[in-house]
């Protein structure tokens, strides 16, 4: 990066433009003769030149110019950013219970061949598998927070507690299965367990994000909400997801290597439940009816919890002022022996 630090010097520039004006029209050195003949014969035929008393002058001219731009005092250097991201410590807190191996179906499938067919090539996924691949996405988008991982069914497990180590949360989080813990679905616990992690937490935002697609169907110490009422009171904010839709199927592998359906569910979920969970902390409810919905909430939660950026700007400057002015005073110093030497005229 290059700058003057004293620019305004550079109205000295047209003071000196002025002045060379002024010098340039003045009338050379003139000798008084009888007859210009035998001048006009001796450079009858030769080209033009610029009378060598300018030359001194032009030298004299550049030479000031470049001591004014050292008055600027020129300087080169370096200017960097650094930028501090203020994360928010995040807790993701994802339901494993038996029923998020159903496959939600979206309204554009007609019939269970096409679907399927959907689910052999990987087109359609169960539940668990859209909502690991969202979460992935969603910690990948978010390397300045410190996110851990909560699964849950009729008991909360902790996987990983809040981490910048976010390869590690995502090898952890692919090696959960629907029906991994005891079934059951307890929405007390992991959040009690969430809560508990981010109360003492430094960082200025601090959220839970609840995955489920079930009912409470568990009797905790706490309800649900008293839980959402205590994570308020730590200043912990809880958005809830509600996944599935009641076009959602089962399919398991039979003997012969095909699909096979083996049930639906209506998805009951309570709705009104995941809304007031929310409301008592601050937090906002979302509905992922199907992959294509989970991945806009997820979106929408990002865009919702914006990390603070901070920067810090260092600059370092050198100054150059010394070869401008060196070089300015050796060309007037070539201008003065020009006019005592090759330039000088004769009266």
């Not at 002045?19 to 033009?48: E, M």
């Not at 294509?292 to 919702?304: K, P, T, W, Y």
Request: proline letters at 6%; glycine letters at 8%; hydrophobic letters at 45%.
């Amino acid at each position: 990066m290059f700058r003057f630090e004293q620019p305004w010097f550079a109205l000295l520039l047209l003071l000196l433009a002025a002045g060379l004006v002024w010098a340039w029209r003045l009338p050379p050195p003139t000798l008084l003769v009888s007859d210009l003949t035998p001048f006009r014969r001796a450079f009858a035929g030769r080209r033009r030149r610029l009378p060598s008393w300018r030359l001194p002058l032009l030298l004299t001219a550049a030479g000031l110019s470049l001591c004014i731009v050292a008055l600027m005092r020129p300087q080169a250097g370096t200017e960097q950013t650094i930028r501090h991201a203020l994360g928010v410590d995040i807790m993701l807190v994802l339901d494993v219970s038996g029923s998020m191996q159903l496959v939600d179906v979206p309204e554009d499938y007609a019939n269970l061949e096409q679907v399927a067919r959907a689910v052999q090539s990987g087109v359609l996924k169960d539940r668990i598998s859209v909502a690991k691949d969202e979460l992935k996405r969603f910690v990948e988008k978010r390397p300045d927070d410190r996110i851990g991982l909560i699964a849950f069914s009729r008991l909360p497990y902790m996987v990983c507690p809040p981490t910048l180590d976010h390869d590690f949360l995502t090898g952890m989080l692919a090696n959960l299965q629907a029906g991994m813990l005891p079934d059951g679905t307890n929405l007390a616990g992991p959040l009690a367990s969430a809560t508990h992690r981010l109360k003492d937490s430094p960082a200025k935002r601090r959220v839970v994000v609840l995955f489920t697609d079930g009912v409470n169907n568990i009797q905790d110490k706490v309800s649900p909400v008293q839980a959402a009422e205590l994570a308020d009171k730590f200043k912990v904010t809880i958005h809830t997801v509600g996944i599935g839709s009641p076009r959602a199927v089962m399919f398991v592998r039979g003997l012969n290597g095909g699909l096979q359906v083996r049930g639906g569910d209506e998805a009951p979920l309570d709705k009104k439940l995941l809304e007031d969970i929310a409301k008592k902390s601050g937090g906002r409810f979302f509905a992922a009816r199907d992959s294509r919905g989970f991945s806009q909430v997820m979106d929408e939660i990002d865009r919702l919890e914006k990390v603070q950026i901070e920067g810090t700007q260092y600059r370092e400057y050198h100054e150059l002022f010394s070869a401008w002015l060196w070089a300015g005073l050796l060309l007037i110093l070539a201008a003065g022996l020009l006019e005592k030497t090759f330039c000088q005229t004769l009266p």
